[in-house]
């Protein structure tokens, strides 16, 4: 009988260091698919910027001392001005502008086809106050 505890015992040992050891047999994860640095950077900014309203309501909400209000918007609005220069050299750098500054293909064709829209509309206005 007392063979039978001793084993029990060991076996129950055994698993219990299998489960407990099996994390870390595994092969790791594998990486995650690399991310466009573009998209991955307007993430951050959106990230930063909710943090800072985030920031706002709780000291408007009178859940943060004055002080700590500052500390905080001074820090996370240097992290905004990195993070919005990171997004721009990103944006830069994957062909999303074509030069420092300059727009793209697409923006210039979103720009003409408002212009056009915005020059239709004040047409019609005007044909409309020539009826009145």
Same mark, same amino acid.
């Given at each position: ?14 698993? /219990? ?8 047999? %595994? $092969?790791?994860? $594998? ?35 004055? %002080? ?34 300059? /727009? ?20 019609? /206005? ?7």
């Amino acid at each position: 009988m007392l063979v039978l505890s001793i084993i029990t015992v060991i076996l129950m040992l055994a698993v /219990a260091l299998f489960l407990t050891m099996r994390p870390f047999l %595994q $092969p790791a994860a $594998p990486i995650a698919p690399k991310v466009d640095s573009a998209a991955n950077a307007e993430l951050d900014k959106e990230t930063v910027l909710s943090t800072l309203n985030e920031i706002e309501f709780e000291y408007k909400m009178n859940k943060l001392s004055e %002080q700590d209000y500052k500390l905080l918007t001074d820090r996370y609005k240097a992290l905004a001005v990195q993070v919005m220069q990171q997004t721009d050299s990103a944006i830069n750098t994957s062909g999303g502008r074509t030069q420092p500054g300059g /727009a793209s293909e697409l923006e210039k064709r979103i720009e003409r086809e408002i212009e056009a829209e915005v020059t239709a509309l004040r047409q019609k /206005a005007r044909r409309g106050n020539r009826e009145e």
